[in-house]
């Protein structure tokens, strides 16, 4: 079992920058692919940036490519997504997930673990 702790969210003006972490429990973190998603209201979460368990290969969804990035630190236990150049279609509740079979998928289907959200919010 792994438990998922995001945070680093808040309020932003349009063109600046968050960062957000997501810290877990358990021994085998550093064996899970990592993903971010997130979910505007009225809308399907959607996928945003993963990372595999050896950090070696991530991805990211098309409306954040090139403006974010996530990595991750398996001595502590978290894995990090820097979002720069925000915009106001980027607020949404962020949450973070783990695959136990390492990958980084783009589906949320393959997630086996959820944190609880951490909410964006950027003015324009």
């Known amino acids: 079992q792994v438990q998922l702790v995001a945070s680093g969210g808040g309020l932003a003006q349009a063109g600046g920058s968050l960062r957000l972490s997501c810290a877990a429990s358990g021994r085998t973190f550093s064996s899970y692919g990592m993903g971010w998603f997130r979910q505007a209201p009225g809308k399907e979460r959607e996928f945003v940036a993963a990372?595999?368990?050896?950090?070696?290969?991530?991805d990211y969804g098309d409306s954040v490519k090139g403006r974010f990035t996530i990595s991750r630190d398996n001595a502590k236990n978290t894995v990090y997504l820097q979002m720069n150049s925000l915009k106001p279609e980027d607020t949404g509740v962020y949450y973070c997930a783990a695959d136990r079979e390492g990958w980084s998928s783009r589906a949320r289907t393959e997630y086996d673990y959820w944190g609880q959200g951490t909410q964006v919010t950027v003015s324009s």
């Open positions: 990372i595999s368990w050896t950090g070696g290969t991530t």
